[in-house]
Nanobody, 117 residues
Framework: QVHLVESGGGSVQPGGSLRLSCAAS????????MGWYRQAPGKQRELVAT??????NYADSVKGRFAISRDNAENTVYLQMNSLKPEDTAVYYC????????????WGQGTQVTVSS
């Protein structure tokens, strides 16, 4: 069973920065995409950013402020978040999906990001 473990969440003032990390508990083959999603209280989970071998996709609300990157050798994905706003407050979840004999879709346990003055 593969586990994704997020770290780097916390509390920050508006305009501040945080860097989230997500590491897989073991090597994963057949990854199609890794990415970040978030869920604010009372709202549905939404895509923040995803990364495949050929494309990067960002939610409009974070374009120009967030950057996703990946260390393939370590099966780790990062989310650099700059110019944070109160509306970025949410639990951030890491995701990895792909095919390795069968479709897989792994989720982390989530890490809280709070942006408040």
């Amino acid at each position: 069973q593969v586990h994704l473990v997020e770290s780097g969440g916390g509390s920050v003032q508006p305009g501040g920065s945080l860097r989230l990390s997500c590491a897989a508990s073991q090597s994963i083959t057949g990854i199609y995409a890794m990415g970040w999603y978030r869920q604010a209280p009372g709202k549905q989970r939404e895509l923040v950013a995803t990364l495949t071998s050929v494309a990067t996709n960002y939610a409009d609300s974070v374009k120009g402020r967030f950057a996703i990157s990946r260390d393939n050798a370590e099966n780790t994905v990062y989310l650099q978040m700059n110019s944070l706003k109160p509306e970025d407050t949410a639990v951030y979840y890491c995701n990895a999906n792909g095919v390795d004999g069968h479709w897989f879709d792994y989720w982390g346990q989530g890490t809280q990001v709070t942006v408040s003055s």
